[in-house]
């Protein structure tokens, strides 16, 4: 199966990004043929500082590599670097209704909070459709958020192949039920637009400060509390092996705990956890060079894949000679 995934670099990745999307890549890429990329074009939609831009692409990389992203086996590249992925965004777009982009849920929460959106906003999920067509992807590995965005490339794949013939692959979305919603330090799903994150990057103390903050409720410590509701505990499954998760569940039926305790075995099995990222990560940052060597070769991958799919497209709508 060929998998393919993007991800934004607008802001530093936290625990939510990882458990729920980057974990899947770094599973997938040892069975399958993955392409990665740093979403840069979608990023321009929010991102206007240059330098900012640059510097949040090139962190993406790395912390992708560091959380185990095997250029070996998987390829990894700047979406940017892949020009035929806009020169597709456009044909699709001749092809998309209206109506379809009206019902994606990004331009219809700006809409609704009375703000005025831009064409790049509102023709986002084309580029993203573009993104996964131009390499006949066949899985793509997304949170819940982005699923409505898979379902708008395939009818934009079925209307072109209805149209022009069987031109594209159609896509599935891989959602992980499991870490579907991971859980801020306020018991909201973790967003870098709540800031209630928690980055897998930052300074460990800082990290052992923000769990200190997650917020919990007020019953008394002798009250049992069930572990199915509680966003600590759900935090801490994801990070713990299973025996010991069965343990905390035992704790909570039973009560007769402080929040204290279960705060400071989530930081320590946290730590735990993403220590060979921390270490792997600042070992790159001494090697700035092979970082880039790694996204010139992946992008040259992927250029070879999309431009045989754009002839392809090029060929069947009539911009180029027929095949
Ligand atoms: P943010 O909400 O911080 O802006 P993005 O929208 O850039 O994050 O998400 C990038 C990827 O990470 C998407 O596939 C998204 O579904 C996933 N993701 C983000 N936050 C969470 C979360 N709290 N739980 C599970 N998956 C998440
Ligand atoms: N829109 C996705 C997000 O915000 C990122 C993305 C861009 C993407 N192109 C993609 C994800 C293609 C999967 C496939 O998370």
């Not at 084309?126 to 006949?136: F, N, P, R, T």
């Not at 070769?297 to 180029?320: D, P």
Request: charged share 25%.
């Amino acid at each position: 199966m060929r998998v393919l995934s993007g991800i934004q670099p607008t802001g530093r990745f936290h625990w939510g990004n990882y458990f729920g999307a980057i974990r899947q890549y770094i599973d997938l890429q040892h069975a399958h043929d993955g392409l990665y990329f740093i979403a840069n074009l979608h990023a321009l939609t929010t991102i206007r500082e240059p330098e900012l831009l640059r510097k949040l692409s090139r962190d993406a990389a790395l912390d992708l590599l560091a959380l185990g992203l095997d250029p070996d086996k998987a390829t990894l590249f700047l979406q940017s670097d892949v020009p035929e992925v806009s020169q597709l965004c456009w044909i699709l777009m001749t092809g998309t209704p209206l109506g379809l982009l009206e019902r994606c849920h990004a331009y219809k929460e700006k809409k609704a909070k009375g703000l005025s959106a831009d064409a790049g906003l509102f023709t986002y999920p084309v580029l993203m459709a573009a993104d996964i067509l131009a390499y006949d992807a066949n899985w793509v590995p997304v949170g819940q958020d982005q699923v409505q965005h898979i379902e708008v490339c395939r009818d934009i794949a079925t209307s072109f192949n209805h149209h022009f013939g069987e031109v594209f692959v159609l896509p599935e979305a891989r959602v992980l039920d499991s870490a579907a919603k991971v859980p801020g330090i306020d018991g909201e799903k973790m967003s870098k637009s709540y800031d209630n994150t928690i980055s897998m990057f930052e300074d460990p103390k800082a990290i052992r400060k923000k769990i200190m903050r997650i917020q919990t409720d007020s019953r008394p410590m002798e009250s049992p509390k069930d572990p199915e509701t509680d966003h600590l505990y759900q935090l801490f499954s994801l990070f713990a092996p299973p025996e010991k998760v069965a343990e905390m569940a035992v704790l909570y039926r039973r009560g007769g705990f402080g929040y204290g305790e279960i705060k400071k075995a989530l930081a320590d099995a946290a730590e735990q956890y993403f220590k060979p990222s921390q270490d792997r990560r600042a070992e790159l940052e001494t090697r700035p060079d092979t970082v880039t060597d790694i996204l010139v070769a992946g992008a040259q991958r992927a250029r070879s894949k999309a431009a045989e799919v754009l002839a392809r497209v090029e060929s069947a709508c009539g911009i180029r000679a027929p095949k």
